[in-house]
């Protein structure tokens, strides 16, 4: 298909540990978003990539999260020293003019991350 | 505080019922809003947005939404539903001063009893 793919679509991973989850944007979607979704929650809102700049970074939570994009179409979102409470879904989303929110953002199914 | 409240954890109605779900906003301006749907195993889908001109919004698998800007609401409805329709569904907004961020309530989760 055509949509948003995130592999892998389940990690499961020890405290302490170093993962990275990728995201595959719709094809020509300049503007690419991370969101994470704990559970109960609604998707909160993490990093937003215009091509290849992390235009805004606002949302994650701390120095551990880092997210590239270094071509301007896949993205990684890199977490180091994993802890239980980085447990969540984690979403992708793609759009194609981020200068307006009035192009629709695409969800990919995201990739559920569990820290034991 | 700027934030998007759905009041409504869990509700439950009948196949055929209608249905309404409520969202709250609060903040200085209008925002874009926007209601999605989540299903078990799916990604996000969109039902619907409003941007400005007319209150009365439709969106796709028969729903609808209505801007209230003196109640700051905007409020999901559907006249029928259908067992499909069980899902998760989530009020978002994008304030007007952001371009990037989609801010999202907590969500409701639409049970149908048959």
């Known amino acids: 298909g055509a949509g948003v793919s995130q592999t892998p679509s389940n990690k499961v991973t020890e405290k302490g540990k170093y993962v990275e989850l990728r995201c595959d944007p719709i094809s020509g979607h300049t503007a690419l978003y991370w969101y994470r979704q704990s559970l109960g929650q609604g998707p909160e ?12 970074d606002s949302g994650l939570p701390n120095d551990r999260f880092f997210a ?3 071509e301007g179409s896949v993205s990684t979102l890199k977490i180091q020293r994993t802890e239980r409470g980085d447990s969540a879904v984690y979403l992708c989303a793609s759009s194609l003019d981020p ?3 009035r192009n629709e953002q695409f969800f990919g199914p995201g990739t559920r991350l569990t820290v034991l | ?22 969202c709250n906003y609060s903040y200085g301006a209008t925002p874009y809003l926007f209601w999605y749907v989540q299903s078990p195993g799916q990604g996000l889908q969109l039902l619907l947005k409003y941007f400005s001109g007319d209150t009365l919004v439709q969106g796709i698998k028969g729903f609808e939404a209505e801007f209230k800007r003196s109640q700051s609401s905007f409020n999901l409805r559907k006249p029928s539903v259908h067992w499909s329709d069980a899902a998760e569904y989530f009020c ?6 952001s371009a990037s961020k989609i801010i999202f309530g907590s969500g409701t989760r639409l049970s149908i009893r048959p």
């Open chain 2, 1 to 22: 505080a700027q934030s998007v409240t759905q009041p409504d954890i869990h509700i439950t109605v009948s196949e055929g019922a209608s249905l309404e779900l409520r």
């Open chain 1, 99 to 101: 200068a307006t929110l």
């Open chain 1, 45 to 56: 809102f993490l990093i937003y990539f215009q091509g290849t700049g992390a235009a805004d």
């Open chain 1, 68 to 70: 590239v994009r270094p």
């Open chain 2, 92 to 97: 978002a907004v994008v304030p007007y001063s």
